[in-house]
């Protein structure tokens, strides 16, 4: 029933990702998350390890992954239930996938830091920052692109516009109004 209802998706998202917040917020804080005077340096701080418990990197994942299907949700209830008709649906969730391995291979990274296997990969920066840097970064671009490309053939295609234009008082529709 909530999958045929991208409101009611997108409710459900929005519940669980706010109670996952309050989870991960009442969850009691690692002894290693915390800054330490520096032995060298008396007025400044230095990090902890960044080490976290399993719990809290599995609700962490879990958090991303909730936000990654909320950002698909929010594309296809902006493309409209015509775009799902008209091819738009499958390269969502092809992306939306990709999204998520790269989420889950990100954090699997991280934990792999954590435990000390995994060495610096590019420009000594250990392989959770490349992957935040050179791929989760950039691949929410690709639901702009989906979006902006698809739009005359998804979304707002010529038979929307000469309607738009027969409604118009002056006659005149959005391509006449670009000079």
Do not use: C
């Amino acid at each position: 029933m909530i999958a045929r209802s991208p409101t009611r998706l997108l409710f459900a998202l929005v519940i669980a990702l706010a109670v996952l917040f309050v989870v991960l917020a009442l969850l009691p804080e690692g002894g290693a998350t915390r800054a330490t005077p520096h032995p060298v340096f008396p007025g400044m701080l230095v990090g902890g390890d960044g080490s976290y418990g399993r719990v809290v990197l599995v609700l962490a994942w879990l958090f991303g992954a909730l936000q990654v299907l909320l950002y698909s949700t929010l594309v296809a209830l902006g493309a409209g239930q015509r775009a799902a008709g008209r091819g738009f649906l499958k390269p969502l969730i092809r992306w939306t996938i990709v999204y998520l391995f790269a989420w889950t291979f990100m954090i699997a990274a991280y934990r792999g830091w954590i435990a000390g296997t995994s060495e610096p990969s590019l420009l000594g920066l250990p392989l959770p920052t490349v992957m935040l840097l050179a791929v989760m970064w950039p691949l929410p671009t690709f639901y702009v692109v989906l979006y902006v490309r698809g739009f005359r053939r998804w979304v707002f295609d010529d038979a929307d516009a000469a309607r738009l234009r027969a409604l118009s008082p002056s006659g005149s529709g959005p391509e006449d109004n670009r000079g």
